[in-house]
């Protein structure tokens, strides 16, 4: 039995492995020298397991180095039910299940119960003793300490004197701190009065959860687990034809549906409990026959859907959310899909020999193309699946690597009554490699739990399936619905205009413009008219900090100002750290939006919008701005620009702060460099930096309270380079496809494939919550661009590798409201753009 991820089953088939026989040692004897019988004493070796059988009885003991607690008694009825499965080998001295579903295993015969069985330790409640005894269960039965780098002995030092005399309380948190160092769904240790601890890792959903800070203690956390898997099944759905998702009649656990180019869409998100809930008996017979119901609802269930899969043409299957199950009914599904039987795989002890795991054939597979959609949420039994299919030669796993926790999951007892299940089983692939902890491997990268995937209205891992099956996109837009989609938002939400750009595959595929550049001229937006992009200004900083193949990890050249912090201390900070916004420089909002200024006058832009003489002078120097922001003694300077270094706080004052390196390494305006070394390789005319001359840029605007667009001067701010680019939606596009496509239309020259690869983050996994792992490029799994906000302006790009699409948005409006602050009405307007993104990106996966 695999346990269920997302709500774990503290009883439950693994009570199988636990089960005891209960017979007189002397009357074992005279029967065995009778006739073989199955009463008597059972050992399960390597499990901790002892069963005592008698007519009348079932004992269920486990036990370690430490001492025996009897897991459970059960009487006659259970072991009537129990015993016609049995069966002896010939000798007497093995006794298994006549038909095994893979739950039971082998069990060796003992001439009487282990001495510590005699007096087991049950109702000890003292807590030093019961972790004596929860350790020596890990560190006799637990097979991965090593693979986890695990320090157990180490542990036991650390945490042995803290369980003397510690109450209730302190036991689970001490316990909680132990089990969350594994990072093992299925090592669980919970009561049935108190909280249930487990060791799950950081991956998939989990990932994402705390990632966007919605988890909190473990109950609230599964709580969030279980919305985000809703929010995320919805989005899938959203993307099937009609009818949409239906369910067999079989088992509503199976669902179905149907995506664009005859491609049939399966979804399994478990592997029991495929017609029943689990039953509420530990009684080994009852999860027996569960077991074995599951895997004819299974067969059922695929059966009936023969039909449905012939008509169609491809299969994706989907076990993203699969939470485990029953190995067994994992390879009777996947049998399915095999026409020849082979050996998928094998599982053993960590002493001991390996078995072989083996898929059987069907005698009317599907063998048509099938891709395998998985990741960090596929656990336990959905990872065996996982790794049968990945053996089927029409199968491609599209994905993440799996949770890592393929074992079954062992239960056994503590004497205080709580229950623990750990991980005691090494599973591996065909070749000999372990997948405990490193999960089964995706054949096709694409991350399958993104934020951003939802916002655009997109599932990335099945793109990329849908691509390799080379079906048509799901739910794409044609270029007339973008256009129209531009219109309406445009109108709805008062912008002036917008323009937008789509790339595929390296290359600028579609252009898109509504609007007006300037009301008073009526001259209209274009592909091709400059708008300020704000803060994707800053990418071009990490791009030169990669091209001038700069050691990320040194300080930075000499100032032309000291840096120092308000505890004394020099403020010293790395490129890496400037360009991951972990320097612990922090902006103010109130200095940064006085420091943004008229280019005519250079008149505080915000005193002007207010009518106020709040701000004073801005300082249109970037290097005296920052030398007053971060030199004591300046004029913007305070404590709280600055934190501790190494945690990720965006900040525009330290994106300045590496422009100003970048000067002093080259020897030249910023500007200068960049339009000599980017734009002008790009060929981006319509790209630069606005010093008098704005040239046609789109004049930018604000809605006012009555309704109306206010036109803007034309200005600029003391963090300049931070985000004061201008550039056009082809442009920008044209730089986005030479930057992030692994096969650009034009590169950049100079830009060597290793730093263009640590410049975008990708040369390492994801972290969900490190939003800039690269340099100054925001990543989202398989996404990198940016975004920007400014006053009158707003802009998006983003490229996707795993599917080779991507687009821009500039607008020369936005949703904040600023003479008129309204959060509901800025709420929608986000939610709205972020629409019109969406159906920019859906067009773009459609072309070519």
Not at 198 to 213: K, N, P, S, T
Not at 470 to 481: C, F, G, K, L, V
Not at 547 to 570: C, E, H, M, T, Y
Not at 752 to 781: E, K
Request: proline share 6%; with cysteine; glycine share 8%.
């Amino acid at each position: 039995m695999k346990r269920l991820y997302i709500k774990p089953i503290l009883t439950g088939c693994c009570a199988l492995a636990l089960l005891s026989g209960c017979y007189d040692h002397e009357k074992t004897k005279a029967l065995l020298a009778e006739k073989p019988t199955v009463h008597g004493f059972w050992q399960k070796t390597g499990y901790g397991t002892v069963w005592q059988l008698e007519k009348n009885r079932l004992q269920i003991f486990n036990l370690n180095k430490f001492g025996c607690v009897r897991q459970a008694d059960h009487p006659a009825a259970e072991v009537q039910a129990l015993t016609p499965q049995l069966q002896l080998s010939a000798d007497g001295k093995d006794l298994s299940l006549a038909q095994d579903p893979g739950l039971f295993g082998q069990f060796q015969r003992l001439q009487q119960l282990p001495a510590s069985c005699l007096q087991p330790l049950n109702g000890e409640q003292d807590s030093a003793k019961n972790f004596e005894f929860f350790w020596q269960d890990i560190q006799q039965y637990y097979a991965f300490t090593a693979e986890r780098q695990l320090n157990w002995e180490q542990l036991y030092r650390d945490y042995q004197p803290k369980f003397a005399n510690a109450s209730t309380e302190q036991q689970q948190q001490y316990y909680q701190e132990i089990v969350a160092r594994f990072g093992d769904a299925h090592l669980v240790l919970g009561s049935a009065d108190g909280p249930s601890l487990q060791g799950y890792a950081r991956r998939g959903l989990f990932a994402q959860v705390e990632a966007d800070g919605a988890a909190g203690d473990s109950e609230s956390l599964f709580g969030q687990l279980e919305l985000y898997h809703q929010l995320l099944q919805q989005q899938t759905d959203a993307l099937l034809l009609t009818p949409g998702l239906q369910q067999t009649k079989a088992s509503a656990t199976l669902q179905y549906g149907m995506l664009p180019g005859g491609i049939g869409y399966l979804r399994l998100n478990q592997l029991s409990a495929l017609s029943q809930p689990d039953p509420t008996s530990t009684a080994p017979s009852v999860w027996l026959q569960f077991a074995k119901d599951d895997i004819n609802t299974a067969a059922a269930a695929m059966q009936e859907l023969q039909p449905w899969l012939a008509q169609t043409k491809g299969l994706v299957l989907d076990l993203r959310f699969n939470q485990g199950g029953f190995d067994a009914v994992a390879l009777k599904i996947a049998s399915q899909f095999n026409a020849e039987a082979r050996v998928i795989g094998s599982k053993g002890l960590r002493s001991g020999s390996q078995h072989q795991i083996k898929l059987p054939a069907s005698n009317t597979p599907y063998l048509k193309p099938l891709q395998v959609l998985a990741g960090g949420s596929t656990v336990s039994a959905g990872e065996v699946m996982t790794l049968a299919l990945q053996n089927l030669p029409q199968a491609t796993i599209v994905g993440e690597p799996t949770h890592g926790s393929l074992s079954d999951a062992l239960m056994h007892q503590l004497p205080n009554g709580w229950t623990l299940t750990l991980s005691n089983e090494r599973y591996q692939d065909p070749t000999g490699q372990l997948l405990e902890v490193q999960g089964v491997l995706p054949d096709v990268p694409a991350y399958p739990y993104l934020s951003l995937d939802s916002a655009l209205q997109s599932v990335s891992a099945l793109d990329r399936a849908l691509q390799l099956l080379q079906a048509p996109a799901a739910q794409s837009a044609s270029a007339s619905e973008v256009q129209n989609t531009l219109r309406q938002f445009r109108q709805q939400y008062n912008q002036p205009g917008l323009a937008a750009a789509v790339v595929r595959k390296g290359k600028v595929v579609a252009t898109f413009a509504d609007g007006l550049a300037d009301i008073e001229t009526k001259t209209a937006m274009t592909a091709d008219t400059p708008t300020l992009v704000a803060s994707i200004s800053k990418t071009l900083l990490g791009t030169a900090i990669g091209k001038l193949n700069i050691a990320v990890n040194n300080p930075l050249p000499a100032l032309p100002f000291f840096l120092q912090r308000p505890d004394g201390q020099s403020l010293n900070p790395s490129w890496l750290q400037l360009a991951q916004h972990q320097s612990g420089i922090i902006d103010q909002d109130s200095t940064l939006f006085c420091a943004i200024y008229s280019a005519e006058d250079g008149v505080s832009l915000l005193d002007q919008l207010r009518g106020t003489n709040q701000c004073g002078t801005p300082e249109p120097s970037h290097q005296r701005f920052l030398a007053g922001y971060l030199q004591a003694g300046g004029a913007w300077y305070q404590p709280q620009n600055f934190a501790a270094a190494g945690v990720e706080n965006y900040s525009n004052v330290g994106a300045e702060l590496a422009s100003v390196a970048l000067e002093q390494l080259t020897a030249e305006p910023f500007a200068q460099w960049s339009e000599r070394e980017i734009l002008t390789p790009l060929q981006l005319h319509n790209t630069f930096w606005p010093q008098q001359d704005f040239r046609n840029a789109a004049t930018l605007y604000l809605p006012t309270p009555e309704g109306e667009l206010m036109p803007l001067p034309r200005y600029a701010s003391s963090d300049y380079y931070a985000g004061m680019l201008h550039s056009s939606a082809r442009d920008l596009a044209t730089y986005l496809a030479a930057i992030a496509s692994e096969t650009p239309a034009q590169a950049l020259p100079g830009l060597s494939q290793t730093r263009r690869q640590q410049m975008l983050g990708w040369d390492q996994p994801y972290a969900p919550g490190q939003d800039f792992p690269g340099w100054f490029w925001q990543r989202s799994g398989d996404y990198v661009g940016h975004n920007g906000l400014f006053v009158g302006a707003s802009s998006m790009m983003y490229y996707n590798k795993a599917t080779e699409t991507g687009f821009v948005l500039l607008l020369n409006g936005d949703g904040q409201y600023w003479l008129a602050p309204d959060e509901s009405k800025s709420q929608a307007w986000q939610q709205a753009m972020l629409q019109v993104a969406a159906r920019l990106y859906r067009h773009g996966l459609q072309l070519d």
